[in-house]
């Protein structure tokens, strides 16, 4: 079945740098990689997603690519407040018309002001 | 729009008990799905539900079940509750079955003594 790798699992920035998170998936027939951010005591929230046909989205400060020959896509935000710290998960679908995400261990991000 | 509600947000349960979470999509959504949070298993998927109906599920053994009703609301039940069963339980509602954005409620913290 579908695994969702996801690295690191912390990271630690300075106010105002890039992070930069990564996932890998192993099955071939995923076509859709959204990510999520998830507060203490909160649901997870759907910040941005990338479907198989495109290979890099931005929305604002926040940007995913996708590498479909590789199996891997990568969580990029540039000029982080400390607003940014949170949980962020990665996830894959199983491809077809199954809805379940399959998602990764998920990344503590901590923005130091 | 309001978001995806669930009740109650904390549920504490004996051993050898049963419990029942309810969701409400949003408005418009008739797909639901629902997902268990663990700090060493993650999020794991649970099972899916559209217009009524079971569409997909996930590893877990035949205590968790659950159901939609007509105007989409949800509802999963755990019978025979296990320590290990507590968790945070997370329902995901989304326009469509299979692959679409799905929007997370708040979720249920289920803790079994």
Not at chain 1, 31 to 49: T, V
Not at chain 2, 41 to 54: A, C, M, N, V
Not at chain 2, 76 to 87: F, I, Q, R, W
Request: one cysteine or more; charged letters at 20%; hydrophobic letters at 30%.
């Amino acid at each position: 079945g579908e695994n969702v790798e996801q690295h690191p699992s912390t990271l630690s920035v300075q106010e105002g740098d890039s992070a930069v998170i990564k996932c890998t998936y192993s099955d071939s027939a995923s076509n859709y990689f959204p990510w999520y951010k998830q507060e203490l005591g909160k649901g997870p929230q759907l910040i941005i997603d990338i479907r198989s046909n495109v290979g890099e989205k931005k929305d604002q400060r926040i940007a995913v690519t996708l590498n479909k020959t590789a199996k891997h896509f990568s969580l990029h935000i540039t000029e982080t407040q400390p607003e940014d710290s949170a949980v962020y998960f990665c996830a894959a679908d199983l491809g077809g018309s199954q809805g379940n995400l399959i998602f990764g261990k998920g990344t503590k991000l901590s923005v130091k002001p | 729009k309001a978001g995806v509600t669930q009740t109650p947000r904390y549920l504490i349960k004996t051993r050898g008990q049963q419990v029942t979470l309810s969701c409400s999509p949003i408005s418009g959504h008739r797909s639901v799905s629902w997902y268990q949070q663990t700090p060493g298993q993650g999020l794991q998927f649970l099972f899916e539900y559209f217009s009524e109906t079971q569409r997909n599920k996930g590893n877990f053994p035949g205590r968790f079940s659950g159901r939609q009703f007509s105007n989409s609301r949800s509802e999963m039940n755990v019978s025979t509750l296990e320590l290990g069963d507590s968790a945070l339980y997370l329902c995901a509602s989304s326009f469509q079955q299979g692959t679409g954005e799905q929007y997370f409620g708040p979720g249920t913290r289920l803790t079994v003594t």
